[in-house]
């Protein structure tokens, strides 16, 4: 069984469209993650969502829009694509408290051309 | 703010000898959790080992021990008898108890000779 999943694992897509990520969870977390994993392999998170409520946003631009739509799912929407956003962009999910380590989807790799 | 520091950007190690990935970090919570990740070229995260800042024993699980030095703020990896299948990026990551998000170190990529 799947722990983490995403879709799609590939994503190609034209300058300014708008695309969506889809991350679901079986494991009963509480907590969801967005990172972006840049060329050099630096791992950003985006958001981080507690219950259904968002609790981190960092400084993304805000053409990025969590979407969650219960506590298993956390979907991630980017409009107006542009060629910077190409990364690899992974969910994650984990209990609270500090002894609880995330669970890592296998990632999106999106291309933006 | 919390900070993870790896200033190792890249390791090499032979074959069935032990190899020791650096972590320092920074932080002013008064408890936090530790933890190294695994990413293979095939690009998944795979949870390593886990440290608490209040364990009194570094964690080990299988091939993999944590040497950690608190007052020194640091958490290195330590693997032993490298494998090939051990060339990968390593994380170290950090979480507090004052906040849900992880902060993850900038990696080291280790590449294991034959």
Same mark, same amino acid.
């Given at each position: 069984? /799947?722990?983490?999943?995403? /879709? ?30 840049? %060329? ?7 958001? %981080? ?15 990025? %829009? ?26 994650? %999910? ?20 | 703010?919390?900070?993870?520091? =790896?200033? =190792?950007? $890249? ?21 936090? $959790? ?70 993850? $170190? ?9």
């Amino acid at each position: 069984d /799947t722990a983490v999943s995403q /879709t799609p694992k590939y994503l190609v897509t034209q300058m300014g469209n708008d695309k969506s990520i889809k991350c679901e969870q079986n494991l009963g977390h509480d907590t969801m993650y967005w990172y972006k994993q840049d %060329s050099k392999k630096f791992l950003k998170i985006m958001f %981080s969502y507690n219950n259904k409520e968002l609790i981190i946003n960092e400084t993304v631009p805000n053409r990025f %829009s969590p979407k969650s739509p219960d506590k298993a799912h956390l979907n991630l929407h980017i409009n107006s694509l542009e060629l910077g956003d190409s990364a690899v962009y992974f969910c994650a %999910s984990s209990h609270q408290g500090v002894a609880n380590e995330q669970f890592f989807g296998p990632g999106t790799r999106l291309t933006v051309l | 703010a919390q900070k993870i520091t =790896q200033t =190792q950007p $890249g390791m090499f190690v032979q074959e069935k000898e032990a190899v020791t990935l650096d972590c320092t970090y920074d932080t002013s919570d008064p408890s936090y $959790g530790l933890f190294w990740y695994k990413q293979p070229s095939s690009g998944e995260m795979i949870f390593l080992i886990y440290q608490g800042s209040y364990d009194q024993q570094n964690a080990t699980e299988g091939r993999y021990s944590l040497n950690f030095q608190k007052a020194r703020k640091s958490a290195n990896l330590v693997i032993s008898a490298s494998q090939l299948g051990d060339s990968a990026m390593y994380f170290c990551a950090m979480r507090g108890n004052y906040g849900q998000n992880f902060v993850f $170190g900038p990696g080291t990529r280790l590449s294991v000779l034959p």
